[in-house]
T-cell receptor, first 114, second 114 residues
Framework: GAVVSQHPSRVICKSGTSVKIECRSL??????MFWYRQFPKQSLMLMAT?????????EQGVEKDKFLINHASLTLSTLTVTSAHPEDSSFYIC??????????FGSGTRLTVV | GDSVTQMEGPVTLSEEAFLTINCTYT??????LFWYVQYPGEGLQLLLK?????DKGSNKGFEATYRKETTSFHLEKGSVQVSDSAVYFC?????????????FGTGTSLTVIP
């Protein structure tokens, strides 16, 4: 079946630094990738949708300059949390979709900003 | 707009007990419905899905039937095990493979005790 690899699975960073999270579709071409954030005890919230080669579409309330999304190829999308702060600590998860493939989720990234 | 309402947890059951987690939805058209499971420390995994009315999704002893007349997709298992302890998310999506986003419920935490 379709596999999406997300790395890192856990990361701890200092406040003010930037963190990059990668989401790769290993065996299919992901024309669309989604980035979600999960707050404690809450459901996943969609942050942005990216189509390969295009700028990401951000959901209302999501800061574009803080959460940089790049979807430069059909197999890779990255989310960079810039100038991270403790309130950015959360669980981030991507999902990928492509022709002939439904939504496949990555395994998620637990970000802790100290 | 589209939405999913899921039974609040946490739910605690003894091993071999019967499980039901209620899920109802609001959507235009004919969405696909999903149950995802998140085991401790892991990302989301697709548990089962149904793409049209009266479909029954099943996996690992879990079942859910897409009931359009009651707009429901309740998750059931006849005999739970300790290894079923996890958080369960109900979700819906628009047409398969069109890039429509997911709408998730808030998740239901299940703990199965020996």
């Amino acid at each position: 079946g379709a596999v999406v690899s997300q790395h890192p699975s856990r990361v701890i960073c200092k406040s003010g630094t930037s963190v990059k999270i990668e989401c790769r579709s290993l065996d299919f071409q992901a024309t669309t990738m989604f980035w979600y954030r999960q707050f404690p005890k809450q459901s996943l919230m969609l942050m942005a949708t990216s189509n390969e080669g295009s700028k990401a579409t951000y959901e209302q309330g999501v800061e574009k300059d803080k959460f940089l999304i790049n979807h430069a190829s059909l197999t890779l999308s990255t989310l960079t949390v810039t100038s991270a702060h403790p309130e950015d600590s959360s669980f981030y998860i991507c999902s990928a979709s492509g022709l002939g493939h439904g939504y496949t989720f990555g395994s998620g990234t637990r970000l802790t900003v100290v | 707009g589209d939405s999913v309402t899921q039974m609040e947890g946490p739910v605690t059951l003894s091993e071999e007990a019967f499980l039901t987690i209620n899920c109802t939805y609001t959507a235009t058209g004919y969405p696909s419905l999903f149950w995802y499971v998140q085991y401790p420390g892991e990302g989301l995994q697709l548990l089962l899905k149904a793409t049209k009315a009266d479909d029954k999704g099943s996996n690992k002893g879990f079942e859910a039937t897409y009931r359009k007349e009651t707009t429901s997709f309740h998750l059931e298992k006849g005999s739970v095990q300790v290894s079923d302890s996890a958080v369960y998310f109900c979700a819906l999506s628009g047409e398969w493979n069109t890039g429509n986003q997911f709408y998730f419920g808030t998740g239901t935490s299940l703990t199965v005790i020996p």
